[in-house]
């Protein structure tokens, strides 16, 4: 007689396709804040499909800053929606947020689903409910405050006065990391930070990345056949950590035609810095971004990024990466096969590898096969089933 199996609930839905009928956990979301749009709300937006009608809980909340169809969303913000300039200036605020999400009234809920990179991770908890924390980064400001401090450019006195109260932050941050239930990370490189900081394990779950609006242009079905354009493509939102400057500079002493796309703080000074060959477009709709990508010799990606969809998306029009070795980009780019590394954060570091680069040799159906590994659709197969396996 052979051995007798005891399956799990989980088990049963997802070997099985078994329908099990019980109570639905009642479902709360928790963002850090709502004033400006990158990967974090990439991710929430898909949390809020997932889980229609779930509130979502944050720090501050600027309409006017953010898509139209939040406005649907029921988003319940704290005392921090009140305070001056913070929509404009939330990084001023850091030292408050400790305080606002402590008092955020979570009672009546089940599942705690917070999508952290800042503070809100430090939600209370009430009594039987469970917390699964998708942990985008350690909170960065904190547990790499050097790092921050030097790409800053902060004043001798401006660190006199950070310090003391970033050494308060880091012993709270760490506190309320011990009483998440389960950490997500996004990538191999959060899954080390979560166990350095925190001393915590954790699941990896790439984050979602809409590739269905992306693809290799051509025919024979779509993909990609002729030889590319004249360009490199660089580009998102051009803030100082992104590193930018590095594929400007490196273009524009190898004469290479670079594109730049998006915009931010920083583009006046790469613009500056900018040769004849570098062109700055600004933000770009998602078709003509699509275009971009599928019609670049390559993205160049020279950030030391948590995760980057950027690169996934460029894989996904079929194209290749250059990207710094470390990061998500570790998990999303395969050398040799969907682009290349360049090993130290330095212009002379990039302009090798691009020296080196030869657009023919990548396959366009290699690069999106490997983008497709990143789906929407995968991200949420495995985050419904962590969340019921863990329940």
Same mark, same amino acid.
């Given at each position: 007689?052979?051995?007798?199996?005891?399956?799990?609930?989980?088990?049963?839905?997802?070997?099985?396709?078994? $329908?099990?009928?019980?109570?639905?956990?009642?479902?709360?979301?928790?963002?850090?804040?709502?004033?400006?749009?990158?990967?974090?709300?990439?991710?929430?937006?898909?949390?809020?499909?997932?889980?229609?009608?779930?509130? /979502?809980?944050?720090?501050?909340?600027?309409?006017?800053?953010?898509?139209?169809?939040?406005?649907?969303?029921?988003?319940? +913000?704290?005392?921090?929606?009140?305070?001056?300039?913070?929509?404009?200036?939330?990084?001023?605020?850091?030292?408050?947020?400790?305080?606002?999400?402590?008092? /955020?009234?979570?009672?009546?809920?089940?599942?705690?689903?917070?999508?952290?990179?800042?503070?809100?991770?430090?939600?209370?908890?009430?009594?039987?409910?469970?917390?699964? $924390?998708?942990?985008?980064?350690? +909170?960065?400001?904190?547990?790499?405050?050097?790092?921050?401090?030097?790409?800053?450019?902060? &004043?001798?006195?401006?660190?006199?006065?950070?310090?003391?109260?970033?050494?308060?932050?880091?012993?709270?941050?760490?506190?309320?990391?011990?009483?998440?239930?389960?950490?997500?990370?996004?990538?191999?490189?959060?899954?080390?930070?979560?166990?350095?900081?925190?001393?915590?394990? &954790?699941?990896?779950?790439?984050?979602?990345?809409?590739?269905?609006?992306?693809?290799?242009?051509?025919?024979?079905?779509?993909?990609?056949?002729?030889?590319?354009?004249?360009?490199?493509?660089?580009?998102?939102?051009?803030?100082?950590?992104?590193?930018?400057?590095?594929? /400007?500079?490196? $273009? &524009?002493?190898?004469?290479?035609?670079?594109?730049?796309?998006?915009?931010?703080?920083?583009?006046?000074?790469?613009?500056?810095? %900018?040769?004849?060959?570098?062109?700055?477009? =600004?933000? /770009?709709?998602?078709?003509?971004?699509?275009?971009?990508?599928?019609?670049?010799?390559?993205?160049?990606?020279?950030?030391?990024?948590?995760?980057?969809?950027?690169?996934?998306?460029?894989?996904?029009?079929?194209?290749?990466?250059?990207?710094?070795?470390?990061?998500?980009?570790?998990?999303?780019?395969?050398?040799?096969?969907?682009?290349?590394?360049?090993?130290?954060?330095?212009?002379? &570091?990039?302009? +090798?590898?691009?020296?080196?680069?030869?657009?023919?040799?990548?396959?366009?159906?290699? $690069?999106?096969?490997? %983008?497709?590994?990143? =789906?929407?659709?995968?991200?949420?197969?495995?985050?419904?089933?962590?969340?019921?396996?863990? %329940?």
């Amino acid at each position: 007689m052979p051995p007798i199996t005891r399956l799990s609930t989980y088990d049963l839905v997802a070997s099985y396709g078994v $329908c099990i009928t019980h109570h639905a956990p009642r479902t709360a979301l928790i963002h850090d804040w709502l004033n400006q749009i990158g990967g974090a709300e990439n991710v929430l937006e898909t949390l809020v499909r997932m889980y229609p009608g779930a509130p /979502v809980f944050t720090s501050m909340y600027a309409a006017d800053l953010m898509p139209a169809e939040y406005r649907l969303w029921d988003i319940r +913000t704290t005392f921090m929606q009140r305070l001056p300039g913070v929509f404009t200036h939330h990084q001023a605020y850091l030292p408050v947020y400790p305080l606002a999400f402590g008092g /955020v009234d979570l009672r009546g809920y089940d599942l705690i689903l917070s999508n952290k990179s800042g503070f809100c991770h430090g939600v209370p908890i009430p009594p039987g409910a469970r917390h699964v $924390c998708y942990c985008l980064t350690p +909170t960065r400001f904190l547990w790499q405050y050097e790092a921050y401090r030097a790409r800053e450019g902060l &004043s001798k006195a401006a660190d006199l006065v950070l310090r003391p109260a970033v050494a308060l932050l880091r012993r709270w941050d760490y506190a309320a990391a011990q009483r998440v239930h389960h950490f997500i990370a996004i990538s191999t490189e959060i899954h080390e930070r979560i166990r350095r900081f925190y001393g915590r394990e &954790s699941t990896i779950i790439y984050p979602p990345a809409d590739i269905a609006r992306f693809r290799p242009s051509g025919p024979k079905g779509g993909l990609r056949t002729e030889p590319p354009g004249d360009y490199f493509l660089a580009g998102g939102r051009l803030i100082p950590y992104k590193r930018t400057d590095l594929a /400007v500079r490196a $273009c &524009s002493e190898l004469g290479l035609r670079l594109l730049v796309y998006g915009d931010g703080r920083d583009r006046p000074a790469l613009e500056q810095m %900018a040769g004849p060959s570098v062109t700055f477009l =600004g933000r /770009v709709p998602w078709d003509e971004l699509a275009r971009l990508y599928a019609g670049a010799r390559a993205f160049i990606f020279p950030g030391l990024e948590d995760f980057g969809i950027a690169p996934v998306e460029a894989q996904a029009a079929g194209r290749p990466v250059i990207a710094f070795r470390g990061g998500g980009a570790l998990d999303t780019v395969i050398p040799g096969k969907t682009g290349e590394f360049f090993a130290e954060p330095t212009v002379a &570091s990039l302009k +090798t590898a691009l020296e080196r680069f030869d657009a023919a040799a990548y396959d366009p159906v290699a $690069c999106r096969a490997n %983008a497709e590994r990143f =789906g929407t659709e995968r991200f949420e197969r495995e985050l419904r089933e962590f969340v019921l396996r863990t %329940a």
